[in-house]
Protein backbone atom coordinates (compact mmCIF):
# COMPACT_ATOMS: atom_id res chain seq x y z
CA UNK A 1 0.00 0.00 0.00
CA UNK A 2 1.11 3.69 -0.65
CA UNK A 3 -0.33 6.48 1.19
CA UNK A 4 0.03 9.97 -0.32
CA UNK A 5 -0.42 13.36 1.44
CA UNK A 6 -0.89 16.65 -0.34
CA UNK A 7 0.04 20.33 1.28
CA UNK A 8 1.08 23.83 0.35
CA UNK A 9 -1.99 25.08 -1.31
CA UNK A 10 -3.66 28.34 -0.26
CA UNK A 11 -4.85 31.93 -1.35
CA UNK A 12 -2.64 33.62 -3.58
CA UNK A 13 -2.47 36.70 -5.87
CA UNK A 14 -2.54 36.17 -9.21
CA UNK A 15 1.43 36.84 -10.57
CA UNK A 16 2.57 34.67 -7.43
CA UNK A 17 3.79 31.68 -6.17
CA UNK A 18 3.28 28.70 -4.21
CA UNK A 19 4.84 25.18 -3.81
CA UNK A 20 2.95 22.11 -3.51
CA UNK A 21 4.27 18.78 -1.64
CA UNK A 22 2.96 15.27 -1.56
CA UNK A 23 4.76 13.13 0.65
CA UNK A 24 4.79 9.49 0.36
CA UNK A 25 4.83 6.62 2.53
CA UNK A 26 4.75 2.81 2.35
CA UNK A 27 5.52 0.55 -0.54
CA UNK A 28 7.23 3.29 -2.77
CA UNK A 29 10.15 2.20 -3.97
CA UNK A 30 10.25 1.03 -7.80
CA UNK A 31 7.55 3.67 -8.78
CA UNK A 32 7.56 4.41 -12.56
CA UNK A 33 5.69 7.68 -12.10
CA UNK A 34 4.55 10.25 -9.90
CA UNK A 35 2.50 13.15 -11.27
CA UNK A 36 0.37 16.35 -10.40
CA UNK A 37 -3.13 16.48 -11.80
CA UNK A 38 -5.61 19.33 -10.70
CA UNK A 39 -9.77 19.63 -10.96
CA UNK A 40 -11.04 23.39 -11.17
CA UNK A 41 -15.15 23.58 -9.88
CA UNK A 42 -17.57 21.97 -12.77
CA UNK A 43 -14.70 20.48 -14.72
CA UNK A 44 -12.54 17.26 -15.58
CA UNK A 45 -9.37 16.25 -13.46
CA UNK A 46 -6.76 17.03 -15.89
CA UNK A 47 -3.29 16.79 -15.96
CA UNK A 48 -0.40 18.48 -14.99
CA UNK A 49 3.01 17.37 -14.82
CA UNK A 50 4.85 14.11 -14.03
CA UNK A 51 7.90 12.92 -13.65
CA UNK A 52 9.51 9.45 -14.18
CA UNK A 53 11.88 6.94 -12.43
CA UNK A 54 14.81 8.44 -14.27
CA UNK A 55 14.12 12.12 -13.12
CA UNK A 56 12.50 12.83 -16.44
CA UNK A 57 9.76 15.82 -16.25
CA UNK A 58 6.87 16.47 -18.58
CA UNK A 59 4.53 19.23 -18.51
CA UNK A 60 1.10 20.09 -19.66
CA UNK A 61 1.23 23.52 -22.32
CA UNK A 62 -1.01 25.88 -19.86
CA UNK A 63 1.75 25.19 -17.04
CA UNK A 64 4.73 24.84 -19.52
CA UNK A 65 7.00 27.16 -18.08
CA UNK A 66 5.62 28.57 -15.07
CA UNK A 67 5.65 25.41 -13.16
CA UNK A 68 8.31 22.81 -12.20
CA UNK A 69 7.58 19.45 -10.67
CA UNK A 70 10.33 17.83 -9.26
CA UNK A 71 11.46 14.72 -6.40
CA UNK A 72 13.46 14.54 -3.14
CA UNK A 73 13.98 10.72 -3.10
CA UNK A 74 15.56 11.00 0.41
CA UNK A 75 12.18 12.11 1.78
CA UNK A 76 9.95 10.39 -0.66
CA UNK A 77 8.25 13.77 -1.30
CA UNK A 78 6.91 14.78 -4.59
CA UNK A 79 7.05 18.89 -5.12
CA UNK A 80 4.58 21.31 -7.58
CA UNK A 81 6.53 24.73 -7.37
CA UNK A 82 4.41 26.98 -9.36
CA UNK A 83 5.30 30.54 -10.89
CA UNK A 84 3.49 33.29 -12.13
CA UNK A 85 -0.09 31.73 -10.98
CA UNK A 86 -2.85 32.46 -13.37
CA UNK A 87 -6.81 32.85 -11.82
CA UNK A 88 -7.08 29.64 -13.82
CA UNK A 89 -4.84 27.91 -12.10
CA UNK A 90 -7.21 27.48 -9.21
CA UNK A 91 -8.42 23.67 -8.59
CA UNK A 92 -7.79 21.61 -6.09
CA UNK A 93 -4.58 19.69 -7.27
CA UNK A 94 -4.33 15.70 -6.66
CA UNK A 95 -0.57 13.67 -6.70
CA UNK A 96 -0.46 10.40 -7.64
CA UNK A 97 2.07 6.94 -7.84
CA UNK A 98 2.09 4.34 -10.37
CA UNK A 99 3.68 1.56 -9.16
CA UNK A 100 3.86 -1.54 -11.02
CA UNK A 101 -0.31 -1.68 -12.30
CA UNK A 102 -1.52 0.10 -9.38
CA UNK A 103 -2.44 4.17 -9.43
CA UNK A 104 -2.30 5.76 -6.33
CA UNK A 105 -3.64 9.03 -5.57
CA UNK A 106 -3.75 11.47 -2.68
CA UNK A 107 -6.64 13.27 -1.04
CA UNK A 108 -6.00 16.95 -2.59
CA UNK A 109 -5.00 20.48 -1.73
CA UNK A 110 -7.10 23.70 -2.64
CA UNK A 111 -5.05 26.12 -4.44
CA UNK A 112 -7.15 29.57 -5.24
CA UNK A 113 -5.71 32.49 -7.19
CA UNK A 114 -7.63 35.27 -6.55
CA UNK A 115 -7.19 39.16 -5.71
Known amino acids: QVQLVESGGGLVQPGGSLRLSCAAS????????MAWYRQAPGKQREWVAT???????HYADSVKGRFTISRDNTKNTLYLQMNSLKSEDTAVYYC?????????WGQGTQVTVSS
Open 96 to 104: NLLRIVTLY
Open 51 to 57: ITSDGSA
Open 26 to 33: GAVANFKT
